[in-house]
């Protein structure tokens, strides 16, 4: 199916090449930013918004019972230092962010790992593991319905700008950027769905098509592969600077974490 | 055989391979019969009592939301024991089978299904006079864009 | 760990309906998907989910590889004596998990 999914992305695409308005604030025009929580179906939306029928939330569950468990040389736990997790409300709303002592920016990925090699002095989660996408999960949860709100750092303007410059290369086979499918027509239909802007406003998210959590840099792998580009590394920087770049882009729109997406 | 026409008939070849079903044999319309007839063996099926609850347009087949209800005063005499759901085009035609009774009060039970494709879903619904009751919905599972292939 | 997210009133009403959801992370590996190296990836689900009030039976549902990843099940009972509703899942590959909630009745 690869190749027929190719040759339809393809010639939908470029069926479709003309532009269309663009999901972002017009300067002084009415914000069109769309959530691809709007572009679900009512069964779908109930299902994010009912914390009882939110499988993301089993992943929050674990996430708080990881939260109070030592690891590491060190014997302490999230907790330990963090106190209760309400204390990392507005953290996801603001990452990546470069932290203190450092010159280059993290995900929340990268953070939870700081916090594991240099205070817990324990090894790193496993990128996409479930006990890193369920700390995630935890973390993110408590910035819920917060705006999303980067952090006022003149150092990362030039991370920002490379990610921005990654979203409109075109590559791969099907010689594809990221604004060719979620600028120029997002709204649109590819195969069956509709185009989303790509906010990423509700990440980790528990993906239908996963049937598990998942993160930015795992939906970001599928784009790539969905164009027949090669992903980067798992450790690329890259991945933190699209990350910049769509958080800036996506500034004020409510935290939804854990979103459901088909 | 010019070099366009070349590339154009492989690329034909190569969508015919992959369009055809390679998988395990799919559940079919007469296997669900099969299935149902296993149930309610040669009891009448009336159609109504039942509603199936599901989105006619189904975002994703891994996680279809799924509501049966079925009218009954759920009383000591006169209650549902039995809810049933079938497809026809997964690999299997059963999809779960729930056991009731007057202390349900209510005869709903909700769900969320795996749908391999479009197809018609089954309910049937067994009474504690032993009659059985059904309804069905067609689901349509749109085609996903861009799915995430071994990465 | 074990993942469980249950649903029920903490209290009701004697002879009130009750709705009652539960969620169980579990992968529900239908037998029939091939793995990254060809081969069927063994099934796992989940077979019987079966739910009691002060012990007795209320609700058993057997579940097929058709039901969704991470099963959320929602059902309703009768409110006829405080004390416990039990939660049990069974299935594949030794997999048993029980969880009881209470409920006062009034």
Redesign the interface.
């Known amino acids: 199916m690869t190749f027929v999914r190719g040759v339809l992305c393809l010639v939908i695409v470029l069926a479709s090449s003309w532009a269309v308005a663009q999901g972002t604030a017009d300067k002084g025009g009415a914000d069109t930013r769309r959530s691809g929580y709007q572009d679900m179906g009512e069964a779908l939306q109930k299902m994010q918004a009912d914390d009882t029928a939110n499988p993301g939330m089993l992943f929050v569950q674990l996430g708080g019972q990881l939260w109070g468990k030592a690891a590491g040389a060190a014997g302490k736990s999230c907790a330990d230092c963090h106190g209760g997790v309400a204390s990392m409300k507005g953290v996801a709303a603001r990452y990546p962010a470069i932290p203190k002592g450092s010159d280059s920016p993290v995900d929340l990925e990268g953070r939870i790992d700081l916090c594991r090699t240099a205070n817990q002095q324990a090894d790193r989660l496993p990128s996409g593991s479930r006990e890193l996408l369920a700390l995630e999960a935890y973390v993110a949860h408590q910035s819920r319905g917060l705006p999303v709100s980067p952090p006022d750092d003149p150092r990362l303007a030039p991370f920002r700008a490379h990610g921005k410059d990654l979203w409109q290369a075109r590559q791969g086979q099907l010689n594809l950027s990221c604004a060719n499918c979620h600028d120029d027509n997002a709204g649109r239909k590819l195969a069956g769905v509709t185009i989303p802007q790509a906010h990423p406003t509700g990440y980790p998210i528990y993906r239908l098509e996963w049937q598990t959590l998942g993160s930015l840099k795992r939906r970001l792998r599928n784009c790539l592969v969905g164009i027949r580009a090669e992903p980067y590394a798992y450790d690329a920087p890259d991945y933190v600077m699209l990350e910049l770049f769509l958080m800036d882009r996506a500034r004020g729109m409510p935290l939804e974490s854990p979103a459901v997406r088909p | 055989m010019d070099r366009r026409r070349f590339l154009a008939g492989a690329?034909v070849a190569?969508?015919v391979t992959?369009?055809l079903p390679c998988?395990?044999a799919s559940a079919t319309p007469e296997a669900m019969a099969a299935a149902i007839a296993k149930v309610v063996g040669n009891a009448p099926v009336r159609e109504g009592r039942v509603s199936l609850d599901l989105?006619p347009?189904v975002?994703?087949g891994?996680?279809?939301?799924l509501?049966v209800s079925v009218e009954s005063p759920m009383t000591e005499a006169d209650y549902i024991k039995a809810i049933h759901v079938f497809?026809e085009k997964?690999?299997?035609p059963?999809?779960?089978?729930?056991?009731?009774?007057?202390?349900?009060?209510?005869a709903?039970?909700?769900?969320?299904?795996?749908?391999g494709d479009s197809q018609k879903i089954v309910a049937i619904a067994e009474t504690s006079g032993g009659q059985f009751w059904s309804a069905s919905a067609d689901v349509i599972v749109?085609?996903?864009?861009?799915?995430?292939?071994?990465? | 760990m074990v993942n469980v997210l249950i649903n029920a009133p903490k209290t009701a009403k004697r002879g009130s309906i009750v709705e009652i959801k539960a969620l169980i992370l579990h992968p529900m590996e239908t037998g029939f998907r091939p793995g990254a190296n060809g081969r069927i990836i063994p099934r796992n689900i989940i077979e019987r989910f079966t739910a009691t009030w002060n012990g007795t039976g209320i609700f058993d549902m057997e579940m097929s590889p058709a039901i969704a990843a991470n099963p959320f099940v929602s059902f309703f009972a009768v409110a006829n004596e405080s004390g416990t509703i039990g939660l049990r899942w069974t299935g594949d590959e030794g997999f048993v998990v029980e969880e009881r909630i209470g409920i006062a009745v009034e």
């Open positions: 690329a190569t969508m992959t369009v998988g395990p989105p347009l975002e994703n891994n996680t279809v939301p509501v497809n997964n690999p299997q059963d999809v779960f089978s729930v056991r009731l009774g007057p202390r349900n009060g209510r709903v039970v909700g769900t969320r299904i795996k749908l749109t085609l996903a864009a861009c799915l995430e292939e071994a990465t």
